[in-house]
Every structure is written in C-alpha cells, then in structure tokens.
C-alpha cells in the first residue's frame, strides 16, 4: 500500500519550483511579502518525509523574519537574502538526493490513468471487492502497478495467479470438494477438464482465454504487449465480478 506520507513526483517538482522561484524572487530583491508566500508555500510540505527538513527550515525562516519585518511591503537586508540563498543552495541539493530515489515513468496504456493509479478497487464494487481475500486484493493491486510501470509479462502473472485463486474459491464453494492440484495454473487445466464447453457454468465462460493466455505467457520467449496485459486484466476483473457476485448470494 501506498504510504501517503511519501511526497509524489508531483509534488518533487513543485518543491523545485518554489525554490527556483523563491531565488530568482530574491536576486530580483523583491519584498516581504512576496518571500514570506514562497516560504509559506514551502512550509506546507512538513508531512512529507523527504521533504519535512525543507519544509520545518522555511517555516523557521518565515517566524524569524516575521519579527524583524512586519510591512508586507518592506524589503530584506542583504544579509538576510544573502542567508536565504544559502539555504536555498543547501536546500537544492537536498532535494537532488530525493530525487536519486524516484523514477518517473509515462505509463503507456489504454485504460485511464486515474483509475489504476487508485488501484485495483477502482474497477470493483465495493461489495466484490471486500469478497475478494486480501492475498487476491494485493494481487490485483499488483496488476495495477506493473500497468502504470510497463511491466507487462509481470501484469499478466499476477492478474491469472490472482483469478486462479478466486476459481480455486469458487469450485469448492460450488461444489463443496477440494482441488487436488496445488501448482500455480493447473486449476485452470483441471476446471477445464471438469466443466467441458458445453457444460461450463457462466462463471467460466473465459476459462479457455485465461488459459491460453497462461500457455503463452509461460513460455521463457514471450513478452506480452500492452495490448494484452490490459486485456488480461480487464478480462479477469470481469471473471472477478462475476464470481464474487456469487460467492455474495
């Protein structure tokens, strides 16, 4: 689960911008009150982690200044802009070493960006989704994060590991019997051999896609392409609607 505490990309880059935009506001000596948003600006960061030690020194700077200069349209001495600069250089380099620990990455997919950036659950109901084990939640947020990373050959393991669990769930809800086979995608080959195509409940109407999916992508040469990984996924979160919707009954 994401920790929201950690600062986004998005916020990374607004940090640098009111540094940049708080140096070039002191090079061009403008007033108090134009320092003081900038510094107020930055203070607002302290519940971010990487970005607290930024954030608690603007805030410092802001209370001292503020007891020296109470015009909002006085300007700084020069030894106070000159201590500000320093800051701001220090600074600077503090967030340079943050952003050795980021990759940015532009996800390239077809399905919207908000949505799997909040997660699995986005495409779920709430009542199917908390019929989902936490193990098969964890998967499907997975799924998510492999998509928004480019990771495709991953997306595609983890969204069929994760639907095979749920099958797995259902058989022996439905028919109150265990699955023999323990092995990561043999259920898929033992449901097929239990339900033959004209027999097969609703609930496996995609059984003979997910299982050709799993073939393909186990073999060591495949690399499945954006296409298919956000096919896949959606493929099983409509296998993942249908099931808890009856595991719900």
Known sequence: MEDKNNPTPH???????????????????????HIKWFLDALSGYRPKKTLAEIAHV??????????????????LGVSDRDNLKRWLGIQEGVLNKNLEG???????????????????RS????????TLEPLEQQGLDEVTSCLLCGNYTSAEF???????????????GKTDSKLERESWGEILEQLNDLYPKPQRPKELSLLDYLRERRNEIAHPEALPSEEEATATFLNVIKVCKTITRELLK
């Open 11 to 33: 916020e990374l880059l607004l940090v640098g911008q009111l540094i940049a935009q708080l140096r070039a506001a002191l090079e061009s000596n403008a007033n108090w009150g």
């Open 58 to 75: 603007a805030n410092f700077h802001r209370s001292e200044l503020t007891k020296r200069y109470y015009d909002d349209e006085k300007f």
């Open 102 to 120: 980021v990759v940015l990455k532009v996800p390239e997919t077809h399905i919207r960006l908000n949505e799997l950036k909040a997660g699995a």
């Open 123 to 130: 495409f779920l109901e709430y009542g199917e989704w908390n």
């Open 158 to 172: 983890m969204a069929l590991r994760t639907v095979e669990s749920l099958l797995r769930r259902w058989y022996e």
